[in-house]
């Protein structure tokens, strides 16, 4: 499997402000996603992150609340803007690797 | 549309109690299906998976049989032990061309093991 990291692992923020999530791979892979696990409640996907293009965004999910970059085939970012409450959840993100999702730890994120 | 459906938890076995968590899906053509493990505080960790019907996968004593037939993947195992405490999650994918594309996930059931 590609092993994958995330930085930072958890975050207290202030509403209004934003954070920047940060995903690292070991491989080179061809799909990166980023999910939101909301308290107590299962995995819904934010978006697909693009090499090289725009990240395509799930029904649900604008570009402006969580713009996406994908500089290269190993990394990715999720920036959370504007942060309010109802956003404190667990970020992760994950790779496509041999036809199988493997997962980041996740960002534990907190809005107060 | 796809989708997943986990029985309702928590569930709550005694160690050395067989396990059974059941999972039905609806999708058309034939989805790749997977059960995550999720421990407390930590992220997911792939538990097994099975890509067509009648493909068993396992892992870690855990097992589970990709049923066509009555759209299943119930999770089983014979005897579970106090660190099999966790959140499963059952998922479908309907990727294609080599990869598995997004992952449509179940609610979730927490399992509970006690000494």
């Known amino acids: 499997s590609a092993v994958i990291s995330q930085k930072p692992s958890r975050d207290i923020c202030q509403r209004g402000t934003s954070l920047t999530i940060q995903c690292q791979v070991d491989s080179q892979v061809t799909m990166m996603f980023w999910y939101r696990q909301q308290p107590g409640q299962s995995l819904t996907l934010i978006a697909t992150a693009n090499q090289g293009s725009e990240a395509t965004y799930e029904s649900g999910f604008v570009i402006d609340k969580f713009p996406i970059s994908r500089p290269n085939l190993t990394f990715s970012t999720l920036t959370v803007s504007n942060m309010s409450p109802e956003d404190s959840s667990i970020y992760l993100c994950?790779?496509?690797?041999?036809?199988?999702?493997?997962f980041g730890p996740g960002t534990r994120l907190t809005v107060l | 549309g796809n989708s997943v459906t986990q029985m309702e938890g928590p569930v709550t076995l005694s160690e050395e109690a067989f396990l059974t968590i059941n999972c039905t899906y609806t999708a058309t053509g034939y989805p790749s299906l997977f059960w995550y493990v999720q421990y407390p505080g930590e992220g997911l960790q792939l538990l097994l998976k099975?890509?067509?019907?009648?493909d068993k996968g396992s892992n870690k004593g855990f097992e589970a049989t990709y049923r066509k037939e009555t759209t299943s993947f119930h999770l089983e195992k014979g005897s579970v032990q106090v660190s099999d405490s966790a959140v499963y999650f059952c998922a479908l994918s309907r990727g294609g061309s080599g990869n598995t594309g997004k992952l449509i996930f179940g609610q979730g059931t927490t399992l509970q093991v006690k000494p």
């Open positions: 994950s790779d496509d690797y041999t036809d199988t999702q493997y």
């Open positions: 099975a890509t067509k019907a009648d």
